[in-house]
Each structure stands twice: as C-alpha cells, then as structure tokens.
C-alpha cells in the first residue's frame, strides 16, 4: 500500500458550535450556517452560504477569537470594499471551495469521455445562478457533527431553466465533525476535525444536449499561499478495497513539495461517484478529474470571495474539473442520479491504512503455505529417506 503524502499538524477533539444566520435581522432569512470549531489550541471559523454560488470557508484563528459582525448590508450590496467578517483578533490563514460551476457534455458512443472537437458538445451552468432555498440543518452545540444542506430547484438563468423542468433538484451537503473518523456511507472518506466534507447530488435534471448527456462540475479551491505556491494532483493506488468495494484509489489535491509548509492546505476524495441514493455498489461510475487550472473566475461574488478578496494578494486560486460517468453506463439518463464526495482540510492529509481484514486475509493466505513449507522442510531433514540403490 502507497499511502499519500502527509505534513504533521494537529488533529485532536474540538467543541462545535452552530448558528444560523448570525448577526442576521430577526425577521430576515439570510442563508449562512456558521459553525465554530473550538480548539485547545486553535479555533476554526467555517462559513458555509450559497448566494453568489455554493461555498464554504474556513477561517483559521488562535483560541478563543470570536467573530464579532458579519456585514450583511454589505453582502447584500456585493461590495467588497470591507471583509464582511470581523473577528475579535486578525486571523492567521483562511482557505475555501466554491463550488462554481456544473457542466454537462455530450457523450457519444457512451465512453463517458469530453470531446473537445464536438461543436456545442459541451454546456456549462454557473451554480451562481441557480435559487436555492431556506438551509436546512445548521443545529447543534457540543454535538459530534454539524450537518447543512443547501437545495436548488430552479434557476435565473432562461437558458438553463430546462435542466428542473422534470422537477429536478441540485443538493450540497456540508458537515464537519468533532474528531477524526471515517464517513458512515460510502465512499467512506475519512475526514478529521480539520477537514469539511462536501456533497454533490444531481436529482432527477434534464439534459440541454439529448439523452446521451453526462455531467460533471467544476470546484475553485481559494487558500492563503507563499510565493511560488502552486497545487498538484496526487494519485494513489492501494490493493485495499474494504471500505471502498470496487476502488482502488485515493485522489488529493495538494501543494506541490508541501513538506516546509506549516499549514497545507487539500483536498480529498475516492474517484468514484453514485447513481442511486443507497450508493449501490454496482451503480458505481467512475468521477474522473481533468488537468488543474486557474481559477481565474474566484473573484466572483460568495461568501468565501467576501473574504479572501481582502486576502489578496497572496490567494492561489485552483479550478478543478471532474466528469461523472462510465464507460457503457447508459449516461445520466438512466438513472437521472448522480452523487460526489470530497473532503476538504488543512494540516495533515488523513492517510489510509490497510485494514484489518485485508492483513488477516493476507495473512492466512501467505501464512498457510509457507507453514506447510515449513513442516515440509522439516520433516525432510529429520526424516530423510534412504536412496534406493
């Protein structure tokens, strides 16, 4: 088993704290869940909105930093001239994803492959345009975990009006946890309580391009970086499928030679994605990420870009694509569902180990033969037949 590169940093218990809206009018509805994570040693800020489009921030500060205003007025407005975030002491770093964009393609001959020479063989719907609706979740105060799910079933945007004309849905799920562990479902990432997990759901969408249509989404990732600071893909392979079946591979984005960095940023996820809500196995495809680009488009207007604009300009900003689909799958149609998990953090990657199991099959495998190798040998050299003349 390779495991994938790691940084030390601490991972240890926090106390979590939601609110809903906070510093928002009583009788308004403002669409923020802000969920404080309390360290013995750090505290962590994490903001999680969909206006302008989906995004979750987190804000990384010493203990006992409180956030003391969130300048709704300004938001409204999308003036960036202020961070619409006070704390009551300037914060170390700060890191988000966006998740910017769902784009789908036309898949011919049903390869789940982007063929960049097929002319209008590919769409895109800025998640910024779609209507989301009220938050639901966002509760719990000394809780283990921390659950907000974000719904869109209609957008602004004419030209991609047709894709919830059957009713359908785009869902965003965020939650952190407590402590380390791993997800009850699968793909069964493993998270720590660093990391904010992120889930993508396309329920029940019609196609723009015909019926041999795929999807697939693009995510910005926004961190605080040195100069000369730039993120790669790290692709690894285990013969460990316990808690993935059918996945032999571990997917991160991380910071190219991290090993001098004292806070790293990542982001981490099984490339593999879901077509029905049980996550049947065998109505698993294949999520495959294409080339790393720049995510020239970060500035726009969400919650994470009203604060990192003021971050600028030391803020890499990544653009991540990924295509959901297999070969000879049928294309999206056929089930109209379609899920993805990542898991984004900072400080130590979670690192898979080889599980119990896969070492006592293995060693049972190994074990007996060489055992009957052993008593073979020996029963030879105790026992030595006489030569036959």
């Known amino acids: 088993f390779i495991a994938l590169a790691t940084v030390v940093y601490a991972d240890y218990e926090r106390t979590l704290s939601a609110e809903l809206d906070p510093f928002c009018e009583p009788s308004a509805k403002c669409g923020l869940c802000y969920v404080q994570a309390e360290g013995s040693s750090d505290t962590v800020h994490h903001f999680w909105a969909t206006f302008g489009s989906p995004a979750v921030l987190s804000v990384h500060t010493r203990p006992g930093v409180r956030l003391l205003n969130v300048s709704w007025h300004r938001l409204r407005k999308r003036d960036f001239s ?27 001959g049903n390869m789940a492959k982007v063929d960049p020479h097929l002319a209008n063989g590919t769409h895109s719907v800025s998640l910024g345009d779609l209507v989301w609706g009220d938050v639901s979740g966002c509760e719990g105060n000394g809780s283990d975990v921390v659950v907000a799910t974000f719904t869109a079933n209609s957008s602004t945007s004419k030209d991609d009006a047709v894709y919830f004309s059957k009713d359908g849905t785009v869902q965003v799920t965020v939650r952190v946890q407590s402590a380390s562990g791993r997800q009850d479902q699968l793909p069964h990432l493993l998270y720590t309580s660093n990391s904010t997990q992120l889930e ?66 990542y982001l981490h996820w099984k490339p593999v994605s879901y077509r029905d809500a049980r996550r049947t196995v065998t109505l698993s495809v294949d999520a495959n990420n294409q080339n790393l680009t720049s995510g020239a488009g970060w500035w726009r207007f969400n919650a994470a870009t009203a604060w990192m604009a003021h971050r600028a300009p ?17 294309h999206y149609k056929k089930y ?50 006489e030569p036959s003349l």
Do not use: C, M
């Open 82 to 108: 202020v961070a619409a975030f006070r704390f009551s002491e300037a914060p170390i770093v700060s890191s988000a994803v966006v998740l910017s964009k769902l784009w789908e393609y036309k898949d011919v």
């Open 336 to 385: 109209h569902y379609a899920t993805w998990s990542v898991s984004a953090g900072f400080g130590s990657l979670p690192v898979e180990q080889v599980s119990t199991t896969v070492i006592a099959v293995t060693s049972v495998g190994l074990g007996i033969p060489a055992i009957v190798a052993i008593v073979t040998v020996g029963y030879l050299a105790l026992y030595k037949p």
């Open 200 to 265: 993508v759901s396309l329920l029940g969408l019609a196609t723009k391009l015909g019926d041999d249509s795929q999807f697939g989404l693009e995510l910005t990732a926004l961190d605080e970086s040195p100069a000369n600071w730039t993120l790669t893909v790290d692709q690894r392979s285990s013969f460990d499928d316990e808690y993935t079946p059918g996945v032999f591979t571990n997917v991160a984005v991380v910071p190219r030679g991290n090993a001098s960095l004292t806070l790293p940023t």
């Open 314 to 330: 030391n803020v890499s900003s990544t653009a991540l694509n990924l295509t959901l689909g297999s070969e000879g799958d049928g």
